[in-house]
């Protein structure tokens, strides 16, 4: 059985280590090429690489508003999604002839609909075209 | 002090494996030139030996290449770390970092080597570890699976700080496009995610793989959502055919143009430990783990006993040395097949990839995710059920997919100011717009 109920802190210690470690391999490798790799700073090696050309403003511009959409598009469905992972650690779990069993199958069925309905609402609108 | 078993192995565990993950990555690149090589009809890295130009280690020279892995990076860390003057300092310094983190922690939640039962023992007569059964993981919580989910999402930090801190065209348009791909197909990932969860009905690793030595491999149950699994992972880790975040011809080298040195190494690198990561847990969720055979229990499911004299002691650790050797085998193969894929299928173009995302992936996956809803409801959830519901699927893709609107991939766009096909109601001169050469060649229609 699944061990969902209990929470248990100590359990993530390891967790901390692990980004240190990950952390440190990172830094310990910038820091690194840092120092033993030489510096020869240039007014054109400065410049950004535009293929050879020389630069043409700035990259810091307005982008297609679709990228935008497509965020908010995503948030959506990700924080649908995240809500049914405690559901499908536990709703399989319960006994067949459980009454919870039918009321969260449909529940669920109703949530994801909703879903649903919001995906055909930003099809229609166009969100999904990418032409 | 006083620490658990668990954190005590979890700890050496993943010291472990970090440093087998890092080398096998600096391997797979020389792997991966190998193999485009044999397809490209060449013959690939054969120079660099071992012999560091040292007439006493002559013996060394060549081998096959296998030093060329070494030489890279040493080179990469022997060269400028250069920032231009126009990026942001610090993102372009933290983008790597938040790139390769990610990628580092992310096989902490896979169990290498299945459970094992320690003694208690003190390290020096200063640690004290308590004994009893752990997971050989790097990480044992009770989030399980989520986890996974967790640092892929956060893996999309480094793309989006690195394109827009290096301040360059190429860098931005890849990153903003690497950025929108990866949480696309973050969906796809998740729901096909939730249609094997369902099945299993728990997120602990270790269940998943006892649940698969039951009743067999999560693949044959549910293809469907395996193929689109293996598509998001693709997608997640910016590989072939899913690299336009990066594609050479139109952003040269997308968000890491400006990089260089160990900081560009790490880049790379974090690709590769991504694959690695991904691959495993493919192998961890539908491949059965560390069994080696599909619906036979080789290893059988109890914790192996780390204890006792030093024989016993070690055949435990050949055994646990076993598990890792079948699940990273099974991960270096999906890895290789992920480098098959790159050089054998052409690179999608970008709003192919984005509208196979929203348009066919994820209502597919969603149609999954209910119906397996639906088997767990009806209490039918062995193996041959689920591939009988997984064909109605399939079968009911082949009915509407004929009846979607169709789009044609190769239509003109009109766009404004084209010469070509402009928009409806535009006026385009053709013609040189220089006034001088306008005087030479004089144009039909007015400016």
């Known amino acids: ?131 | 002090m006083t620490i658990s078993a668990q954190t005590f192995a979890s700890v050496l565990v993943f010291a472990l494996v970090v440093h087998v993950v890092l080398l096998t990555c600096a391997y797979l690149i020389y792997v991966e030139r190998k193999m485009a090589a044999y397809i490209q009809d060449r013959i690939g890295p054969n120079r660099v030996g071992f012999d560091f130009g040292l007439p006493i280690l002559g013996f060394l020279k060549g081998c096959l290449g296998l030093g060329q892995s070494l030489a890279d990076g040493l080179k990469f860390l022997l060269k400028e770390d250069y920032a231009p003057d126009r990026a942001d300092k610090r993102l372009f310094t933290l983008a790597p970092v938040a790139i390769i983190i990610p990628a580092l922690i992310g096989f902490a939640i896979i169990p290498w080597g299945g459970t094992a039962t320690i003694p208690s023992f003190s390290i020096l007569g200063l640690v004290h570890v308590t004994g009893g059964e752990v997971v050989l993981a790097g990480l044992n919580a009770n989030i399980g699976i989520v986890y996974l989910l967790s640092v892929a999402s956060l893996g999309v930090y480094g793309v989006t700080i690195a394109g827009y801190a290096s301040n360059n065209k190429y860098s931005f348009i890849g990153g903003m496009r690497a950025t929108a791909q990866m949480v696309s197909y973050e969906i796809p990932l998740g729901l096909s995610l939730l249609a094997i969860l369902l099945v299993y009905g728990t997120l602990m690793p270790e269940e998943i793989i006892a649940h698969q030595r039951q009743h067999g491999w999560m693949v044959f149950a549910q293809p469907i959502a395996a193929v689109l699994f293996f598509i998001a992972i693709l997608a997640e880790a910016n590989r072939a055919p899913f690299d336009v975040a990066e594609a050479e011809q139109e952003l040269v080298g997308g968000y890491h143009t400006e990089y260089s040195s160990m900081r560009f190494a790490l880049f790379f690198l974090a690709e590769y430990a991504h694959m690695i990561t991904s691959s495993a847990m493919f192998a961890l969720l539908f491949l059965g783990g560390w069994e080696p055979l599909p619906f036979v229990s080789v290893f059988g499911g109890g914790a192996v006993h780390l204890g006792g004299g030093v024989a016993e002691v070690l055949l435990a650790v050949a055994v646990v040395g076993l598990k890792l050797a079948v699940l990273f085998g099974k991960a270096v193969t999906l890895v290789a097949f992920m480098m098959l894929i790159r050089w054998t299928i052409p690179r999608l173009r970008y709003d192919q990839i984005m509208m196979g995302a929203w348009q066919s992936v994820i209502p597919l996956a969603l149609t999954v995710v209910v119906v397996t809803a639906a088997m767990v409801q009806w209490g039918r959830t062995d193996t041959l059920s689920l591939i009988l519901a997984n064909g109605a699927v399939f079968a009911l893709m082949m009915v509407v997919m004929p009846l979607m609107p169709k789009y044609d991939p190769n239509r003109k766009i009109p766009l404004y100011g084209s010469r070509f096909n402009p928009m409806p109601g535009e006026r385009v001169v053709t013609g040189p717009t220089v006034a001088l050469a306008r005087e030479d060649h004089p144009v039909r229609g007015s400016l």
């Not at chain 1, 009454?99 to 199958?105: M, T």
């Open chain 1, 1 to 131: 059985m699944s061990t969902l109920g209990e929470v248990n802190l100590s359990s993530y210690l390891p967790l901390m280590v692990v980004v240190l470690m990950a952390a440190t391999f990172a830094a310990i490798n910038i820091v690194g090429t840092l120092l033993i790799g030489p510096k020869r700073p240039g007014k054109t090696k400065g410049l950004t690489y535009e293929s050879g050309m020389n630069p043409v403003g700035t990259a810091r511009k307005r982008f297609n508003v679709r990228f935008y959409l497509i965020a908010m598009v995503f948030l959506v469905f990700d924080v649908e999604i995240v809500f049914l992972y405690p559901w499908a650690a536990t709703y399989p779990n319960l006994a067949m002839s459980d009454p919870d069993r039918v009321i969260w199958f449909w529940r669920i069925l109703f949530f994801l609909f909703t879903t649903v309905v919001a995906y055909v609402y930003g099809y229609r609108k166009g969100v999904f075209r990418f032409d």
